[in-house]
């Protein structure tokens, strides 16, 4: 299975639903919520997300070699395999 790291607002409704699609589908992953990041560590992490997205809209998930941006139930399960 693929790494998955998903970048998300602790707000965002679209970014719960791909956290639970994942969690749903006992997918690993490791998960960013960049509005609760420290402030020194912040622009470190944006600089992270600009570089896979760079309209910085969320969630942006990173599945392997292959960038999904937004709340895409099917491309999702497709990445992954599932």
Same mark, same amino acid.
Do not use: Q, W, Y
């Given at each position: 299975m693929p790494i998955? @790291?998903?970048? !998300?607002? *602790?707000? #965002? *409704?679209? #970014? @719960?639903n !791909? @956290?639970?699609l994942l969690d749903e589908n006992q997918v690993p992953y490791d998960s960013v919520e960049v509005d609760l990041c420290p402030l020194d560590q912040r622009d @470190?992490?944006?600089? $992270?997300v600009r570089q896979y997205? &760079?309209?910085? *809209?969320? &969630?942006?998930?990173v599945i392997g070699d292959k960038v999904i941006v937004g709340y895409r139930e099917n $491309?999702?399960?497709? !990445?992954?395999?599932l």
């Open positions: 998955v @790291k998903v970048f !998300a607002l *602790s707000t #965002c *409704s679209h #970014c @719960k !791909a @956290k639970r @470190k992490v944006l600089d $992270e997205n &760079p309209s910085l *809209s969320f &969630p942006t998930l $491309e999702i399960k497709e !990445a992954l395999g």
